[in-house]
């Protein structure tokens, strides 16, 4: 049994990223028997991904402000407890050379030991609309069918620049969109396959997220996506995605029987 998580949460920024502090997520964890934690809290280069949150992005100074009070929080937790604690950041991805240039600058800015590559928003193909999966769900939004189309579209497209990036030490959740319904309908598995074909290219680390579990009814992603990508020997690595103590390890077992009845071979793990 897989006894870490690299994807895992704190309250640094506010309940939105977690229930409880770094000193709380490490004690917890080594108490269920983590060897290794990875805290990964979001970090978003692009203000209109996360107008809901204290997480804006409308000033370089005070953002990188923000994430080296986290990454300092989380290091200095790290060494009351026993267990190899490790920081990095769930960054949203986005294809812009503007995203670039501020990611970029910020990467040099902080000192981490990883970063998860995700997609948290339907967008259009430039990403100058860009709508938060969770504000959709969080206040009545009104999008018409064609332009939601378009940003589901547009949210598999980017989750394969994402891939293709090369930023990212594994890629989170590939099919987040199924906890509010979206991206279900056989048209999208075209767009399925070309992530699957993205992460056999480059043997990118992906993760099976178990959040999927409680949000949608199965682990993400989908089964016959995971079987797809055991059989093309595509790295793995399983992510409770805890935003909170108890959710340390959740459905690991589950997890676990899976990747034994795929038969799935290429682990990942973190080598610092
Ligand atoms: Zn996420
Ligand atoms: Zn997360």
């Keep these: 049994m897989q006894k870490f998580s690299y994807h895992t949460h704190t309250n640094s920024f506010g309940v939105f990223d977690g229930h409880n502090s770094a000193e709380e997520m490490i004690s917890a964890a080594e108490s269920i028997g983590y060897t290794e934690l990875g805290i990964s809290n979001h970090l978003i280069c692009k203000k209109e991904c996360s107008s809901f949150s204290p997480q804006f992005f409308d000033n370089f100074q005070k953002a990188e402000t923000v994430y080296l009070k986290n990454i300092e929080e989380i290091r200095s937790a790290a060494q009351k407890n026993k267990i190899k604690v490790y920081v990095g950041f769930e960054v949203d991805y986005f294809k812009s050379a503007e995203w670039r240039r501020c990611f970029e600058k910020l990467r040099s800015r902080l000192d981490v ?94 993760e099976l997220n178990t959040s999927g579990w409680t949000k949608a009814g199965e682990q993400h992603p989908h089964t016959w996506m995971l079987r797809e990508l055991s059989n093309r020997n595509v790295p793995i690595v399983i992510s409770d995605d805890a935003h909170s103590t108890s959710m340390l390890a959740r459905n690991f077992s589950e997890a676990e029987k899976l990747l034994a009845d795929l038969n799935y071979k290429s682990r990942w793990k973190l080598h610092k």
Excluded: Q
């Design 113 to 206: 030991d990883y970063l998860i590559g995700s997609t948290h928003c339907l967008m259009n193909s430039d990403a100058s609309w860009i709508l938060n999966i969770y504000e959709m769900n969080r206040k009545p939004i009104i999008v018409d069918e064609e332009t939601k189309r378009e940003g589901i579209k547009n949210y598999w497209l980017n989750i394969i620049e994402s891939i293709k990036s090369g930023y990212f030490d594994f890629i989170a959740h590939l099919d987040v969109i199924k906890i509010f319904g979206m991206g279900l309908e056989p048209e999208w598995d075209e767009y399925k396959w070309k992530v699957i074909e993205a992460l056999t290219e480059t043997k990118h680390p992906y």
